[in-house]
């Protein structure tokens, strides 16, 4: 297994910083990481001195660790991005050690094969985003449950076994830190359907550890306590209100039930399209072993899939009725649908005795991850080639002095890309022009042309190209920057 999780690092390692961060949603979550590593603001860093975080902050802790470890005192879109691949090897790693445990050493692989053929899971490995490490903790829950449960705890409570629900207990809440309330409703609600279903849910809670639960608990709502007893009641409404709710009642806008419908099959084909075969298969097949028909457990192996079939089913849709929709919403699936494809493999080859489908399906994860190798990271790498702020960011820095004071004004985009680069705060004006403090103003250089006429005590200093539009900065009486 260990080529497997090498290929893994080097698919979300290779040329990881070569592109700039332009994605607002990326950018966001790297301004909170600079405050976190550049400033020491580990509990409640702000955007722009005023936001505060839209996502609970496990992800940018992971960040502000790694930086720690390596040495590193500044942000760049490399170490922005390192912690999500890290966390994707990570995720290739414990998913071959489950399938390992099930199925054996060859499904292991297949399993990393398909994670690393996977387009979706390797390209969301290199944003610096929330969703992979989300991915990686509701995998450790399903799988450590199902470690937990696998064995009659009869002839095991002594067991290492045992301890597998304080892992599964501390998976859930970090993922409730890593994303929100979600990281633990659908990785719990899909062990409760799977109980029920086995006639083993009262079995099951007299085995759980009063103290894994209280300490689950403890752990989830840590970080909302902490901001609670501060009075940060900002960062609250932002992750309970605005990030939860809003998703789900259309505040942040809404999609068609149907959104996911497309990026469910296409996301990473052709193995995308096989997914929803091996969930029907999961979640239908039936074994007809001798002591399966004797009234028997069912294989673990099957237990497995079918668990993980009734989390990508219940997470799907979960999702689908939320108003405000996002592809990334999908990555938690693919560990689970690893599983469940290889799982699918084996068991036909098994039943038609021909090992060609599996070499089959082999050779094609290993072609995917050759395509992946080479094309994504020249995707990237023209994604954002003319809208990216790192241009006229270093201009801007070269003629503004650190301590000169330094606005915004008249932008209708997302900020963060343009503060990611700045790497300094940079108060959005929201008064007329002529009430900004004496100091320096970013505009669009189309706000200032329809405003110049009507300023005379600002003078423009250089217009650079940033993000979709040329922007233009002006400086409003006072004392000039001699920085270049």
């Known amino acids: 297994m260990i080529p497997i999780i090498a290929v893994a690092l080097v698919l979300t390692l290779n040329r990881l910083g070569a592109r700039d961060v332009c994605s607002a949603n990326e950018a966001v979550e790297g301004v909170f990481v600079q405050q976190m590593v550049e400033h020491g603001m580990y509990l409640f860093p702000l955007e722009n ?18 930086d720690q470890l390596i040495g590193a005192t500044t942000v760049s879109a490399f170490n922005l991005r390192l912690p999500s691949a890290l ?16 199925l054996g050493i060859n499904a292991a692989v297949l399993a990393g094969l398909t994670l690393a053929g996977s387009y979706q899971y390797v390209t969301q490995g290199r944003l610096g985003r929330v969703d992979m490490a989300l991915s990686f903790f509701e ?36 993922g409730v830190l890593a994303k929100g309330p979600v990281g633990a409703i659908l990785p719990l609600a899909a062990m409760g359907i799977f109980l029920l279903a086995e006639r083993r849910l009262g079995e099951t809670i007299r085995r759980l550890s009063p103290t894994a639960a209280v300490l689950a608990a403890l752990a989830s709502v840590s970080w909302y306590a902490a901001c609670y007893l501060n009075g940060r009641y900002t960062f609250l409404s932002r992750q309970l209100r605005s990030e939860n709710l809003g998703r789900f009642f259309g505040t942040l806008g809404t999609m068609a039930p149907s959104y996911y419908l497309h990026p469910l099959l296409l996301n990473s084909t052709p193995l995308s399209l096989l997914v929803p075969i091996a969930v029907i ?19 673990e192996a099957l237990r497995a899939v079918r668990l993980c079939g009734i989390f990508w089913l219940l997470t799907v849709l979960f999702f689908s009725v939320a108003t405000y929709k996002r592809r990334a919403y999908l990555l938690p699936l693919w560990p689970p649908a690893a599983v469940m494809l290889t799982w699918l493999i084996t068991t036909i080859t098994a ?51 650190a301590d000169q004071p330094l606005y915004v004004y008249g932008f209708t985009e997302e900020l963060a890309p343009l503060l990611f680069y700045l790497d300094r705060d940079a108060p959005e004006i929201r008064e007329a022009l002529a009430d900004v403090p004496a100091g ?7 706000i ?5 006429a009507q300023q005379p005590n600002v003078e423009p200093v250089l217009k650079a190209y940033g993000g979709t539009q040329p922007i233009v900065l002006l400086h409003r009486g006072g004392t000039r920057s001699t920085q270049r």
């Not at 001195?49 to 902050?57: A, E, L």
């Not at 966390?87 to 099930?102: D, E, P």
Request: aromatic share 10%; proline share 7%; charged share 15%.
């Open 351 to 401: 039943r038609c005795a021909r090992p060609s489908v599996a070499r089959g399906y082999a050779g094609l994860c290993i072609v995917l991850v050759v395509i992946n190798v080479v094309v994504i990271p020249r995707q990237e790498a023209g994604a954002c080639v003319r809208d990216s702020f790192k241009p006229a960011a270093e201009q801007i820095n070269r003629a503004v002095a």
């Open 49 to 66: 001195g005023r936001s505060p975080m839209y996502k609970p902050p496990l992800f940018h802790w992971t960040a502000a660790a790694i």
């Open 87 to 102: 966390y994707a090897t990570a995720g290739v790693a414990l998913t071959m050690l489950f399938v390992q445990g099930i």
């Open 440 to 446: 320096y103003i970013i505009v669009p250089a189309s």
């Open 139 to 174: 995998a450790l829950a399903l799988f450590s449950f199902l470690w937990w449960i696998r064995r009659n705890p009869a002839s095991e409570s002594r067991s290492p076994r045992r301890a597998m629900q304080f892992v599964c207990a501390a998976a859930l809440a970090l």
């Open 448 to 452: 200032w042309e329809t405003l110049r």
């Open 281 to 299: 298969a999961a979640l239908l097949f039936r074994s007809r072993s001798p002591a399966a028909s004797a009234g028997q457990p069912e294989s």
